[in-house]
């Protein structure tokens, strides 16, 4: 299996502008989750789906902020629009169950200036 | 709210010490994991405790847990430069047993000299 994917590895965008990072999960797997990672808040959860279905968003700094998974095996976050605080890696997972472990794709490193 | 803290969060450790890392949580929880990241990297899992008193270990590193004292430690014996990197636990918060979601700890960085 590929792992996780994700797309683009790198961005650098303006202030102000829509950013989307996209996230293909491992193939069966039914969470899917959404994590930021900055050196001042260290590793958070934005947001997961169980089976396409978002289940707790409380993690979404603000209404910038929105996700999709419009089917198992792809789904989007999206900022707009985009400021310099949001530069951070974000990363999606995925798992299988709700035991199940979380595998982490390789980030999107985000730059916004 | 499930809260994680690990220490130390920088740890310079010369080849051939051994050391600990730990990992403390405020609420009750069935699962710990360790994971492994490298600058610039992803999270790689290294080990996930489910139990009181579970212990697992690979090459250099062992972890285990008690949950009684919500306490898990990664020990480190004999370190190589290899081990260099940042090592995070990660707890699972079920939050009243709906949810899956895993609150991370500060990260311990592992700086290990020649």
């Known amino acids: 299996d590929a792992g996780v994917i994700q797309s683009p590895r790198h961005e650098v965008t303006e202030m102000g502008q829509e950013v989307t990072l996209r996230c293909k999960p491992i193939s069966g797997h039914d969470y899917l989750f959404w994590y930021r990672q900055t050196m001042m808040r260290g590793l958070e959860l934005l947001i997961y789906?169980?089976?396409?279905?978002?289940?707790?968003d409380s993690g979404m700094p603000e209404d910038r902020f929105s996700a999709k998974m419009p089917n198992a095996s792809f789904s989007t976050l999206k900022i707009q629009p985009s400021e310099p605080r949001d530069s951070a890696v974000y990363f999606c997972?995925?798992?299988?169950?709700?035991?199940?472990?979380?595998?982490f794709g390789p980030g999107t490193r985000l730059t916004v200036t | 709210e499930l809260k994680v803290e690990q220490n130390p969060l920088f740890l310079s450790m010369q080849e051939g010490k051994n050391y600990t890392i730990y990992c403390n949580y405020s609420t009750t929880s069935d699962r710990l994991y360790w994971y492994r990241q490298d600058p610039g990297k992803s999270l790689e899992s290294l080990f996930v405790l489910l139990s009181n008193g579970a212990v697992k270990q690979e090459g250099r590193l062992m972890a285990s847990l008690d949950t009684k004292a919500r306490l898990s430690t990664l020990h480190i014996t004999a370190a190589v430069h290899d081990l260099s990197a940042t090592y995070f636990c990660?707890?699972?918060?079920?939050?009243?047993?709906?949810?899956?979601?895993?609150?991370f700890g500060t990260g311990t960085l592992l700086a290990v000299q020649p």
């Open positions: 997972a995925s798992s299988l169950g709700r035991q199940g472990e979380q595998y």
């Open positions: 789906f169980n089976n396409n279905v978002p289940i707790d």
């Open positions: 990660a707890v699972v918060d079920r939050d009243g047993g709906a949810t899956n979601k895993l609150i």
